[in-house]
Structures are given as structure tokens and as C-alpha cells.
Nanobody, 125 residues
Framework: VQLQASGGGLVQAGGSVRLSCAASGSTSGSYAAGWFRQAPGKEREFVAAIFWSSGSTAYGDSVKGRFTISRDNAKNTAYLQMNSLKPEDTAVYYC???????????????????WGRGTQVTVSS
């Protein structure tokens, strides 16, 4: 599975950005797409996940209510709509593909088999 993330950039606090993650290759074993982020000097943090078939979602506590994950199965693409952005949302955002089948298991990086290159999101105050 190859993953291509796009859509990052520089945005002011309170603004919005939408990230895309296009999956290609052998995607039949992929049950979920997830987003993680990593800020300088910090550990990788779970942001959101969505299951391709059911549409079930999971969110990290720090983004709940502000970010929305969605998917377009026809395009094998997952999206992350980020609203009400804060400077602390500044990070490199990574999309990933997982073969886990349970939402509860989708929050840990170790559950993901394939990772795309990150896309930088910078929120200015």
C-alpha cells in the first residue's frame, strides 16, 4: 500500500485546513486509515481514524470536536478536515493504513502497517 498525503500548509489560528490521504496498490487488506501527528521534540500522537467499510471513526482527545475524518471509498482517499486550528496543532501530519478491525485498536501507531510521508501543518498565532 502506498499512501500520499497532501494539503498541509501555513494557516492562522482559528482557520481551517483539509488534508487528503490517497491510498494505492494492494489496498484489500486495509481496513482503516488513520492520521497521526508529530511536533518537534514530541512523540507521535494519534489524531483520528476511520474504517473504510463501516465509516466508524475515532478521535484523539485533543482534536475531538474540531477535526473530522471522512473517506471516499471510490477514490481510496481519506480526508482530515481541521477547523478551529490552534498553534499547538502545528506538526507534521502522517496518514497510515491499518489491518485492524476494531476501533479500539486503531489509536496506537503500532496497529498501522503502512505510512505515508508527512505533510507539514503550521498554525500561526
Amino acid at each position: 500500500v502506498q499512501l500520499q498525503a497532501s494539503g498541509g500548509g501555513l494557516v492562522q489560528a482559528g482557520g481551517s485546513v483539509r488534508l487528503s490521504c490517497a491510498a494505492s496498490g494492494s489496498t484489500s487488506g486495509s481496513y482503516a486509515a488513520g492520521w497521526f501527528r508529530q511536533a518537534p521534540g514530541k512523540e507521535r500522537e494519534f489524531v483520528a481514524a476511520i474504517f473504510w467499510s463501516s465509516g466508524s471513526t475515532a478521535y484523539g482527545d485533543s482534536v475531538k470536536g474540531r477535526f473530522t475524518i471522512s473517506r471516499d471509498n471510490a477514490k481510496n482517499t481519506a480526508y482530515l478536515q481541521m477547523n478551529s486550528l490552534k498553534p499547538e496543532d502545528t506538526a507534521v501530519y502522517y496518514c497510515a493504513s491499518s489491518s485492524v478491525r476494531y476501533v479500539s485498536a486503531s489509536r496506537t501507531a503500532s496497529a498501522y502497517d503502512y505510512w505515508g510521508r508527512g505533510t507539514q501543518v503550521t498554525v500561526s498565532s
